[in-house]
């Protein structure tokens, strides 16, 4: 039975819903119950309004495509918008919240002429975990009710905890795309949303509020991810001593013995987060299984241990790239009830993108704007980017549950406990296969420096190629307050434990790279992917305080042997002496950029401690 206004007994959540009806003007309200029946009619609405496309090739799958200027975030409009300038810090953007409101209310006046407005009650992590937090979400997509609902849990089960406790918290999220319908208009297939100038996406760190307006993509529109799950909760982290972080969460198992161990890893986009979270071990006796794939929250157990949840419920990733070599765990989670975004249509109604490991079948092809092309005759990207058949950002939704390497306790309310936390970035040369931090703030210090080197291929500005570009935990964009304060949270969730309880922080780097060695594919050193298991077995055992470890400046290292080459390729096998050295030049580089071009962007909000572990380091190097 569907939901009405008159079903929401929560009073706060009731006027401020009522306030947003005055404010957006929708032509209809509908409270979303999140029933199947419910998922089928709005998915309806999108295919009769030209927006989805049914795929005949999968089950209960939809192809979206938007429209160019709406392909991905836009960080350039997205505003932490604190009392105080200084609180945003120097990597968010800030308008002051009174100017930005005002800007912002009176786009939102009379914005959903002609739409329906949904009401989505969300919970972000398992329904009753103490770590999970609730949100309600009010927009005028459909596209985002749908991917809410499989990226959350959502619907009737968080409207009755709203309804048996008048004082439960929840984050408002509102949401438009900016596109009224005025005089029977109609979207006539044509995505809607609003030019860049008038997109914003915005946090009020103070109020735990989020208002968006103008995209009805991805991290700018479905509100519970990057907003609620990084930004807000970032700062309900800072605030209530817990971690809100931009990582993925695995279960790595020794199967000799059944022993577990939990990791978490943070990553820049476009390094594997995805991959690594979902890997197949290529050495026998490990299994990988996926708890998430971008988002972990941690929280002190009365142990002393932390322990994550997922706050999310399914992946919303990166397609291009995605094939049965790189990833078939997840191809196989997007095989049916998925929503795609931005792929290529092929003639027997099956999706398809650059890297999937196969041409397409058939004579044509319609690409991510809509237009029919010969089909390629590989899966290769082109020179031109603008010939992609699927956008570089193109997406797959697909609920977590579907992954065949999902752990079965990837719901435990009450988390898992974290053994691991590896950081780890692109970079070709310096930064070794693997090293361990000697201690938690040591750990911090490799999580602030984490970054990726610039190639030509991300920039048009020849002087940037060779440069780090940092990202800091890889939560640059992510961080709802000042990013020196957040290092300084990290120190102090050290002091909350002791070291024999923390988890033990790694930086890896699959990245490394010898242009000059053509055995080498692509000229990467380390093959990555499934192998990665062989530096996850040497992390597992030094959890363990395993003798498997060298000193060196940098931190401990694997000792000769420790890392299993059993059926590694004899090219990788010579290369990995060279990944597993300390550079002493390059490092001393590094500690020159890091004092001189990174640290300084922090000023009196940078902790002391990390430049007293960047002087050690100096120390260290030059012994
Ligand atoms: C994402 C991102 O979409 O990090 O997960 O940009
Ligand atoms: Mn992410």
Redesign the pocket.
């Known amino acids: 039975m569907s939901l009405t206004i008159e079903d929401i007994k929560h009073p706060k959540i009731k006027a401020w819903v009522e306030e947003c009806i005055k404010m957006c003007e929708p032509d209809n309200v509908v409270v979303v119950d999140g029933s199947k029946e419910e998922y089928d009619r709005l998915m309806k609405k999108c295919v009769d309004a030209g927006l989805a496309t049914p795929l005949k090739a999968k089950e209960n799958c939809f192809l979206f495509r938007s429209l160019p200027s709406d392909v991905?975030?836009v960080e350039s409009r997205t505003f932490i918008s604190s009392v105080k300038e200084d609180d945003a810090g120097p990597t968010n953007h800030w308008i002051d919240p009174k100017e930005l409101k005002a800007t912002m209310k009176g786009l939102y006046k009379g914005c959903m002429h002609g739409r329906t407005m949904y009401v989505q009650a969300f919970c972000m992590g398992p329904l009753g975990s103490p770590i999970s937090k609730n949100g309600v979400e009010v927009t005028d997509s459909e596209y985002v009710v749908l991917n809410m609902d499989i990226m959350t849990r959502a619907g009737k089960k968080v409207w009755d905890i709203f309804n048996a406790d008048p004082n439960a918290e929840f984050v408002p999220c509102l949401h438009s795309v900016g596109k009224p319908l005025n005089n029977g208009e109609k979207d006539n297939g044509i995505w809607p949303c609003a030019d860049v100038e008038h997109k914003y996406i915005s946090q009020f760190p103070e109020e735990h509020l989020i208002w968006s307006y103008g995209s009805g993509y991805?991290?700018n529109a479905l509100l519970g991810?990057?907003c609620f799950a990084l930004r807000i909760a970032t700062v309900l982290a800072r605030d209530e001593g817990w971690l809100a972080e931009?990582m993925l969460i695995l279960k790595l198992t020794r199967e000799s013995d059944g022993e577990v161990k939990y990791v978490t890893g943070a990553f820049?986009?476009a390094c594997g987060?995805t991959n690594l979270a979902m890997l197949i071990p290529t050495i026998p006796g490990w299994k990988v299984e996926t708890i998430g794939?971008?988002?972990a929250w941690m929280k002190f157990g009365k142990d002393g241990r932390l322990y994550a949840i997922n706050p999310e419920a399914g992946f919303?990733?990166?397609a291009p790239g995605t094939s049965e070599q790189s990833n078939k765990n997840a191809l196989i989670s997007a095989e049916k009830n998925t929503i795609y975004t931005n792929c290529g249509l092929t003639e027997d109604g099956d999706i398809w993108w650059e890297g999937i490991g196969y041409a397409p079948k058939g004579k044509e092809i319609v690409d991510w704007h809509g237009n029919k092309k010969p089909c390629p005759a590989n899966d290769k990207n082109p020179k031109d980017k603008a010939e992609c058949i699927a956008h570089p950002?193109a997406?797959f939704t697909a609920p977590a549950g579907q992954c065949p390497c999902i752990a079965s306790n990837w719901e435990d309310p009450n988390g898992v406990p974290i053994s691991a936390i590896l950081f780890g970035g692109r970079r070709p040369s310096t930064v070794p296969l693997v090293h361990q931090a000697r201690s938690w703030n040591h750990g911090v210090f490799l999580g602030s420096i984490v970054g990726s080197e610039i190639t030509a291929a991300s920039t048009i500005n020849a002087d940037e190629v060779g440069k780090i570009r940092r990202d800091p935990f890889?939560i640059i964009?992510?961080c709802g307050y000042n990013m020196g304060d957040y290092f300084k949270h990290w120190i102090d969730i050290g002091k909350a434990s002791t070291e024999d309880k923390l988890p033990k922080i790694f930086y890896v780097n699959w990245f490394r790279k010898d242009e000059n060695n053509k055995d080498l594919p692509g000229g990467f050193m380390w093959p990555g992917y499934g192998d990665n298991s062989r530096v996850l077995a040497w992390i597992f055992d030094r959890c363990d305080g395993k003798d498997n470890f060298v000193e060196t400046p940098i931190g401990f290292m694997p000792k000769e042997g420790a890392i299993n080459t059993d059926g590694l390729a004899d090219y990788y096998k010579k290369t990995l002496p060279e990944i597993l050295k300390v550079d002493t030049e390059g490092w001393l580089k590094e500690v020159k950029d890091i004092r001189e071009n990174h640290y300084p962007k922090f000023g009196k909000h940078l902790p002391k401690e990390l430049n007293e572990i960047l002087d050690d380091l100096e120390k260290r190097l030059k012994a």
Do not use: E, L
């Open positions: 991905a975030r991805g991290g991810k990057k931009h820049p986009s987060k794939d971008d988002i919303f990733g990166v950002n997406r890889a964009p992510f």
